[in-house]
Structures are given as C-alpha cells and as structure tokens.
C-alpha cells in the first residue's frame, strides 16, 4: 500500500495519479451527509467510481454497515 498527497481538486488528481501509477484499485472512505445516494457514497468517492476507468472500493464508516 502507497499513499500519496498533491494539490488540486481531489477527483481529477486521484483519477490522474491513478492512471500515471496504473493502480490496480482505488480505495476510498465514504462520508454520510447529504441525500441518499451521497449518504451511501459521499461526494468524491460517488464521483471516483462514476468516472473511474479502474476499479474503485468505497469503505462504510464504522457503524454504516
């Protein structure tokens, strides 16, 4: 496991890293605000596996399961 910071907008730069790096999974935690589908998801990890060409695994919070 690897992780890794930089600026700019989280979405575009994880999907960039992402392909530069060839990941075989992008792993992302989910948040609970907001309407359902972003209740179940969160905002950034919804739009990881919406425009994600790899694999994307979003992890509950503890006690969303």
């Given at each position: ?8 907008k989280v979405?575009?730069?994880v ?25 179940l998801?969160?905002d ?10 790899r694999?994307?695994?979003v ?7």
């Open positions: 496991v690897d992780t890794h910071t930089r600026p700019g979405v575009p730069g999907l960039m890293f992402a392909e530069e790096h060839q990941a075989d999974l992008i792993l992302v935690g989910a948040s609970k605000r907001g309407p359902v589908a972003k209740r998801l969160g950034v990890s919804l739009e990881l596996v919406r425009r994600s060409r694999p994307v695994m992890i509950a919070p503890p006690g969303d399961v």
